[in-house]
């Protein structure tokens, strides 16, 4: 089983975006989060429902983000939500999903998302990134932290590449998120392949 989930940023991408999740879900990983929150929900609606199609063809679960109702709508049951979008919702609607992940900044909201219900957490950014560009990482005493304080799945984010991803795994991490590399990386498969491998 994967351990390695993808963080779609269609902006990055140097090719058609679909023949990118193609190639990304032909290796396999844990899930394919999409996260393109910059759309309309009706466009983001359209999105989903053929990222949907090419996860299902690869039997790589899709999991939609922040647009928990467009979810609800499709009855797609896997949602990934930033913490005060998971706060917004009733305990009705979170139960409705059998996948709920929130991203989480800090151990009392680790803990927050863990009594909310949430089924696994994204913990970051662990080390310096790009897409935090000046923002100092907040480091594997965090996570392990996290990762202590939650009985539930925490999977890393944040600057992971295949020279640091070991240190997220001895941090406790169940496992670890990519954007940016799987956006533009040659052999998105390939690259699956090596982290797989050392997490």
């Not at 963080?7 to 679909?18: A, G, I, P, S, Y």
């Amino acid at each position: 089983m994967s351990r390695i989930l993808c963080v779609t940023n269609r902006k990055l991408c140097r090719e058609d975006f679909f023949d990118r999740i193609e190639k990304i879900a032909a290796g396999n990983p844990a899930g394919i989060i999409l996260r393109e929150k910059d759309l309309s929900p009706e466009e983001y609606k359209v999105l989903a429902l053929r990222v949907r199609e090419i996860c299902q063809k690869h039997k790589v679960p899709c999991i939609f983000h922040t647009f928990w109702e467009i979810a609800l709508e499709l009855s797609h049951e896997a949602i990934h939500v930033p913490l005060p979008v998971l706060r917004e919702m009733s305990a009705g609607e979170r139960v409705r999903f059998t996948t709920l992940g929130a991203s989480c900044h800090s151990v009392a909201e680790a803990k927050e998302a863990e009594e909310l219900s949430c089924t696994y957490i994204t913990a970051g950014h662990i080390f310096e990134t790009d897409c935090k560009k000046g923002l100092p990482g907040r480091g594997t005493d965090f996570l392990q932290e996290v990762c202590r304080e939650v009985s539930i799945p925490v999977f890393a984010i944040g600057g992971i590449e295949p020279g640091n991803i070991s240190k997220v795994r001895e941090a406790g991490a169940f496992g670890a998120c990519l954007m940016s590399s799987l956006m533009v990386e040659k052999d998105p498969g390939k690259l699956l392949l090596t982290m797989e491998k050392k997490i």
